[in-house]
């Protein structure tokens, strides 16, 4: 496939990348995580084939979310490509303030899109943003410390499992914490993990009747655990670690276990970057016996702001980055290990991809995360570590501060989820649930 797309390339086979248009430079938003850097590397090859400049915004995950949403909203027209997610795509693409991507040439293979992907990015059908890589969340851990405890870690493990070896595995005075969990605020940081986690001890978010579920032994349970586990086994300051800082804190050496995006796998066993990247195991995000795992669902993918001048430009890049194509020319230049996951039916059936360690882990979290039904108990929204719903991201960014607090000591579990419940009540009550 690679070889028979470059060998044509030449006599412009891909009729979309390769029809003449004027050259426009294009400025896309994105969030400074590592996949999306490499693609910054490579946007030569994408000028080179046609013409276009990109221009790149790049920011930390909660300020990109504030950004976009912003920009979006006012129809300000700053960007012509948006880094956005499985949250924000279908709210967008039902207000028509996204470009339906339903003109994709054959090329592009739309089928080929993971049905978990395609069905979170789509409105009624059709798509509104093509994932550049998709996610759930796993354990990775240090085997070598794991053997030191006398434990062997099961594919499948139990909450009480990882906080025992959690607990054997933490070694302060060497600076050497056996879990490494997000703390920081924000819908997208501490409350995606805390609402999986919450999934797997029998909460939710809201019951069949849309009142707030943050006064429920559950809720109480999944934070009672969360703190008593961090505070015995976790990182100092971790109420203001996110992805990235718990991605470098894992690096060098300094967390027995780190349940995080499955996207990470790539980086821990990255040698460049990763001190213990010979080191590092896999499992499933942990349960409870109860029928659910603490694992998520993401895509982060790119779309087109119905605001645009530069539509077809845009259309462009999306193609090329989101292509299998894309795929080949990140394995060639980088190693199969760095391709964006999780994203196409074809890379899973590769077999130069499957001999990368993390892969089929990778593709059973995500199949074994369900939107339509997240929690143990019935919910009235879909969503796994989110709820659909546009009122959510400013009710979980207040909830993600009340929690952050809790676990920096500057509140108790009661006080934290009190607050919770009194703040989502009043806020859904004003949006008229």
């Known amino acids: 496939m690679a070889f028979h797309y470059r060998a044509l390339l030449g006599a412009c086979a891909v009729a979309a990348l390769c029809a003449p248009a004027n050259a426009e430079t294009i400025t896309i938003a994105t969030v400074n995580n590592g996949d999306m850097i490499r693609m910054q590397g490579l946007t030569d090859d994408f000028t080179a084939k046609t013409g276009h400049d990109v221009e790149w915004v790049t920011l930390e995950e909660n300020v990109l979310r504030q950004r976009v949403t912003q920009d979006i909203a006012t129809k300000g027209g700053q960007f012509d490509i948006m880094t956005i997610g499985m949250y924000e795509t279908p709210i967008w693409g039902k207000q028509d303030w996204l470009v339906a991507l339903d003109n994709l040439p054959d090329s592009y293979d739309t ?49 009480e499992f990882v906080a025992d070896a959690a607990r054997k595995m933490t070694d302060k005075d060497n600076e050497i914490y056996g879990i490494c969990l997000r703390g920081k605020a924000g819908w997208g940081e501490n409350m995606a993990f805390l609402t999986a986690m919450s999934n797997s ?31 015995e086994a976790g990182p100092p300051g971790a109420s203001t670690n996110g992805f990235n800082e718990n991605l470098s804190l894992f690096q060098q050496g300094k967390c027995g276990m780190w349940i995080d995006a499955t996207v990470a796998a790539s980086f821990v066993t990255n040698p460049d970057e990763s001190t213990v990247a010979d080191k590092v195991g896999f499992a499933l995000a942990p349960d409870n016996g109860l029928g659910k795992r603490s694992n998520w669902l993401w895509a982060w ?31 060639e230049k980088e190693g199969w290990a760095n391709v964006p996951p999780g994203t196409r039916t074809s890379l899973y059936e590769n077999p130069e991809y499957a001999k990368v360690p993390f892969a089929k882990m990778t593709l059973d979290s995500i199949n074994s995360a369900d939107p339509t039904d997240p929690s143990v108990q019935e919910v009235p929204y879909v969503g796994v570590q989110f709820v659909a719903i546009p009122e959510f991201a400013g009710i979980a960014t207040q909830t993600g501060q009340e929690f952050a607090a809790a676990l920096a000591g500057q509140q108790t579990a009661d006080e934290a989820l009190s607050k919770a419940q009194t703040l989502t009540a009043e806020e859904m009550e004003a949006a008229g649930y």
């Open 111 to 159: 089928n080929d899109i993971l049905p978990a992907m395609r069905g979170g990015l789509s409105v009624d059908g059709t798509l509104y943003a093509a994932p550049f890589y998709g996610e759930s969340s796993m354990i990775m851990y240090r085997t070598d410390l794991m053997e030191k405890a006398g434990l062997e870690m099961p594919d499948a493990p139990t909450w």
């Open 301 to 331: 993918a790119l779309a087109i702001p119905a605001g645009t001048q530069k539509q077809e430009a845009a259309m462009q890049f999306i193609e090329w980055a989101t292509s299998e194509e894309y795929l080949d020319l990140v394995a």
């Open 201 to 231: 001890f029998g909460a939710r978010w809201f019951d069949m009747d849309w009142k707030p579920q943050f006064d429920s032994p559950e809720w109480k349970q999944t934070i009672d655990f969360y703190l008593d586990l961090m505070n």
